[in-house]
C-alpha cells in the first residue's frame, strides 16, 4: 500500500490535536515542526518542553494528554516500559490514534544483546499499541544518519577520529527526516492503520564509508578506528557511564558489526509513495546547517 502527499486528513481537516512526546528529540522535534508546517495543532511534550512530561513522572501525563486526539510515541528505553501504562491512560483520555517508535530487530532475538532480550521495552510498547483499541502504527527505523551530526558518533567526527566496535559491518543508517515524515504521514492520513514500517536509507555503508560521504562536503575526513567490545565499553564507563549503560550501548552496536542494519527495507517507500533519502542528502543538509563546523 503506497500513500502519497496528496491526501487531506481527518486530523487537519477537523482541527483535531496531537500530541508528540519527546518533542525535543532527533524524531520529536522533526514531526512537531512537520505537523505546524502543515497546519495542525500539535503539543512538543518532553521534561523542558513547552508541554511538560515525564516518563518516569505519571502526574505530568494527563495534561498533555487532555483533548488529544493522537499521539505520536517516543518511548524510554528503560524495563518495564512506561509505554503500555501511557497508551492505556491515552486511550481513556480520548485518543483514538497512536503512531509508536520502535526499533529494527525488535523482533529478532538477540539482536540489541541481553538488555533486549525478548524485544525488551520496544516489544512491550508494540504490545501495548496493538492491544489499545485504537488506529495504531508502528515505525521500525535502523541506526540513525544523525547519530553522526548531532547524536553519538559527533564528537568522534568533530575529533577527527571514531573509534567503535563496528568492524567492517555496514548500516543502511535512515535519516531523521524520513521517520518524521512517516510518523506525520500516520498520525495525519487514513490508509496507515495497522501498518509496521521498518525503515531504512537507501544503501548499506561502513562507519568508513559515512565519514567519506562527510568528508567530500567539509573537506576534512575523520578517521574510523575499530576497537575491540570490551575496549570501547571500557572507555564509556572511564568517560563517567553506568557500567549497565556502558554494556547497552556496546550492545547496541552489534547490529552494525554484523551488517543486520545492512538490509534495505521498504517502509519509507510505502508509507510515502518515495525513496528514502541518500546519506549524500542526509550529509549535505547536515554540513549546511554547521553540524560540523
Known amino acids: 500500500m503506497t500513500q502519497t502527499n496528496t491526501t487531506h486528513t481527518d486530523t487537519m481537516s477537523t482541527g483535531k490535536t496531537v500530541l508528540v512526546t519527546g518533542g525535543t528529540g532527533k524524531t520529536g522535534r522533526r514531526t512537531a515542526a512537520r505537523l505546524r508546517e502543515l497546519g495542525v495543532k500539535t503539543r512538543a ?30 518511548p524510554l528505553d528503560s ?23 520502535s526499533a529494527r530487530g ?34 521500525r527505523p535502523g541506526w540513525f544518519a544523525q547519530n553522526f551530526s548531532e547524536g553519538v558518533f559527533l564528537d568522534g567526527v568533530r575529533a577527527g577520529e571514531l573509534a567503535l566496535p563496528t568492524g567492517g559491518g555496514a548500516a543502511a543508517f535512515v535519516d531523521a527526516d524520513d521517520i518524521a515524515a512517516v ?6 492520513e487514513d490508509g496507515h492503520d495497522g501498518e509496521v514500517y521498518e525503515l531504512s536509507g537507501p544503501r548499506a555503508l561502513g562507519i568508513a564509508d559515512v565519514l567519506d560521504e562527510i568528508a567530500k562536503v567539509t573537506g576534512t575526513r575523520a578517521a574510523y578506528v575499530p576497537v575491540e ?6 572507555g ?9 549503560e556502558a554494556a547497552i550501548w556496546t550492545d547496541g552496536m552489534k547490529p552494525i558489526r ?21 546519506i549524500a542528502d542526509f550529509v549535505r543538509d547536515a554540513a549546511a546547517a554547521g ?3
Do not use: C, K, M
Not at 511538560?52 to 487532555?66: C, E, G, I, Y
Not at 538488555?115 to 510498547?125: I, K, L, R, T, V
Not at 567490545?229 to 571500557?234: H, L, M, S, T
Not at 534495505?264 to 508509507?271: L, M
Open 45 to 74: 511534550a518532553s521534561r523542558s518542553g513547552e508541554t511538560p512530561f515525564d516518563w518516569a513522572d505519571r502526574t505530568t501525563w494527563q495534561a498533555a494528554l487532555d483533548g488529544v486526539d493522537a499521539v505520536y510515541i517516543v
Open 79 to 101: 524495563s518495564p516500559s512506561p509505554t503500555p501504562a501511557f497508551v492505556e491512560q491515552a486511550v481513556a483520555s480520548g485518543v483514538r490514534r497512536l503512531v509508536l517508535l
Open 106 to 139: 525488535v523482533d529478532v532475538p538477540g539482536y540489541f544483546g541481553p538488555f533486549y532480550e525478548n524485544g525488551g521495552p520496544h516489544a512491550e510498547g508494540e504490545a501495548a499499541v496493538r492491544a489499545s483499541g485504537a488506529s495504531w502504527t508502528i515505525l
Open 183 to 188: 510518523a506525520v504521514a500516520a498520525l495525519t
Open 229 to 234: 567490545e570490551a575496549a570501547f565499553r571500557a
Open 236 to 244: 564509556l564507563v572511564a568517560q563517567g557511564l553506568p557500567e549497565d
Open 258 to 278: 554484523t551488517s543486520q542494519e545492512a538490509p534495505v527495507t521498504d517502509g519509507v517507500r510505502r508509507a510515502l509513495g518515495r525513496p528514502p533519502r541518500d
Open 291 to 293: 553540524a560540523w563546523s
